[in-house]
Every structure is written in C-alpha cells, then in structure tokens.
C-alpha cells in the first residue's frame, strides 16, 4: 500500500522559514519522480514543485521560485520541501504526491502551513 506521511508544518511568521517531509512508503520511492502541490482556503491545487528520481532535475513554480528548494534522501524514502523568506499566500495545505507534475498517482493527506503575524 503506498503511503505518503507530510510533517512539518506549523505557523510562521512572514519572512520565516519551514522544512516540510515527506516519508514514502510501499513503492520503490527512488524510482519515482515526486512533488508538492499546495490548496489555500477557497482555491484549487496549486503545483509548487518536482523532482527527478535521481535528484538531477528539479522544478519549481514561478510563485515559489528562488524561496523555495524541493529534494530528497533516497536512501531515507523521504521528500523534502524547504521553504525561505515565507509570505502570507503561501498559507495552504501541502500535500506530497507520487509522480511528477503532470502525472501525480498518489497524495498524501497533507500538513498545514499558516504564514501570519
């Protein structure tokens, strides 16, 4: 069964920083190419960003680029999302999925992100 467990959200101020994770589970994750989407209250989901199987190729949203940095430890089964210089609209719910942008085949149930004074 492929299991797709995020953590490490939380609220944070503007400017702020957060490291989101991603644990995969039930598929061969270093195989996989994988990615972040996010949904802010009252709006569909959005992509934020994907990555190669083998770490050589990453992508990113023309909203998060440059503050945002997407990888992954393969021998960990882990994705990770690390999230600088922090504004209120990227408050959203992040969800890791399986696949890359186009074909995502998995989500995970997502963790809370709230950037707020």
């Known amino acids: 069964e492929v299991q797709l467990v995020e953590s490490g959200g939380g609220l944070v101020q503007p400017g702020g920083t957060l490291r989101l994770s991603c644990a995969a589970s039930?598929?061969?994750?270093?195989?996989?190419?994988m990615s972040w989407v996010r949904q802010a209250p009252g709006k569909g989901p959005e992509w934020v960003s994907s990555?190669?199987?083998?770490?050589?190729?990453?992508y990113y949203a023309d909203s998060v680029k440059g503050r945002f940095t997407i990888s992954r430890d393969n021998a960990k089964n882990t994705l990770y999302l690390q999230m600088n210089s922090l504004k209120p609209e990227d408050t959203a719910v992040y969800r890791c999925?399986?696949?890359?942008?186009?074909?995502?085949?998995?989500w995970g149930q997502g963790t809370q992100v709230t950037v707020s004074s």
């Open positions: 039930g598929f061969t994750f270093g195989y996989n190419d």
């Open positions: 999925t399986k696949g890359g942008r186009w074909s995502p085949s998995y």
């Open positions: 990555i190669n199987s083998d770490s050589g190729s990453t």
